[in-house]
């Protein structure tokens, strides 16, 4: 997802998720998106003046934050580190990679084009607005979600597992803070992964349709909503109206 030419946009193929629970937690429809959003640091301007082509090559890859061969050189297991080289993924397979492939290439100085920051701003039928953030850099490749109510306000981070709700007392300076404990699910969705391979498992084998929360019909809107996102961004941050394929009658149809 490093070139537009080729792939689908990064707010598709790296924030479908973030669309997808802000559609389905209003459970309305969204009428209209606007989006901004540009590759403004991973840029050839931007790279150090010694920086080389590819990481092996660099005198800076044992102290750059994105050097290659700091990140992957190991023998370390799971995502993102075993996804660089096919199985057995041995520790020469994945030097072999970063020697020759996509993933030790400079990050500042490739044919990368794709927005390093995005903002998406939706309109929902009943006036509420949602605004999405995609940020390059941050620091904590995490998940953050702030929903604003009448009484009180919820704040969420995935990373670490939490839910705060501050509930407004009317008091100056007063909240009243409740904790909502999560449980570890041990996957980087969540728990959404394996739930849904749960779900998918007890639909195949005993038909089970209660717990197949899924459908063509939820999964449609995210992907509209991204494409729409780029098309604005890419069209002077337009306000551009949402199509009838969202409307639940179009879809069922």
């Known amino acids: 997802w490093r070139c537009a030419a080729s792939c689908a946009p990064i707010i598709l193929t790296k924030s479908s998720h973030d669309l997808d629970i802000i559609h389905w937690l209003l459970g309305q429809t969204a009428v209209s998106v606007a989006s901004y959003g540009n590759l403004g640091y991973f840029r050839r301007e931007n790279a150090p003046p010694e920086a080389a082509d590819r990481c092996v090559d660099c005198p800076l890859q044992e102290t750059c934050l994105y050097s290659a061969t700091r990140f992957y050189r190991h023998s370390?297991?799971?995502?993102?580190?075993?996804?660089?080289a096919p199985p057995p993924d041995t520790l020469a397979d994945r030097v072999r990679a970063i020697e020759e492939g996509p993933y030790?290439?400079?990050?500042?100085?490739?044919?990368?084009?794709?927005?390093?920051?995005?903002?998406?701003?939706?309109?929902?039928?009943?006036?509420?607005?949602?605004?999405?953030?995609?940020?390059?850099?941050?620091?904590?490749?995490?998940?953050?979600?702030?929903?604003?109510?009448?009484?009180?306000?919820?704040?969420?981070?995935?990373?670490?597992?939490?839910?705060?709700?501050?509930?407004?007392?009317?008091?100056?300076?007063?909240?009243?803070?409740?904790?909502?404990?999560?449980?570890?699910?041990?996957?980087?969705?969540?728990?959404?992964?394996?739930?849904?391979?749960?779900?998918?498992h007890s639909y195949l084998t005993r038909g089970e349709h209660s717990?197949?929360?899924?459908?063509?019909?939820?999964?449609?809107?995210?992907?509209?909503?991204?494409?729409?996102?780029?098309?604005?961004?890419?069209?002077?941050?337009?306000?551009?109206?949402?199509?009838?394929?969202?409307?639940?009658?179009?879809?069922?149809?």
């Open 211 to 253: 717990e197949v929360v899924t459908s063509l019909r939820s999964s449609i809107p995210s992907h509209v909503l991204a494409f729409l996102a780029e098309d604005s961004r890419t069209k002077d941050n337009v306000k551009l109206p949402v199509p009838d394929v969202l409307l639940p009658s179009a879809v069922a149809g």
């Open 76 to 84: 370390k297991e799971g995502w993102p580190f075993e996804v660089i």
């Open 104 to 200: 030790g290439r400079c990050v500042w100085r490739n044919d990368n084009d794709v927005c390093d920051n995005q903002t998406v701003i939706l309109e929902f039928e009943s006036g509420i607005h949602a605004t999405f953030g995609l940020q390059g850099l941050t620091a904590d490749n995490t998940r953050k979600i702030t929903i604003l109510f009448d009484k009180g306000e919820l704040t969420g981070d995935l990373h670490q597992s939490r839910i705060t709700i501050s509930h407004f007392t009317g008091e100056k300076d007063h909240l009243e803070i409740e904790e909502v404990p999560l449980p570890d699910t041990g996957d980087s969705h969540g728990g959404g992964d394996l739930h849904l391979l749960y779900a998918l």
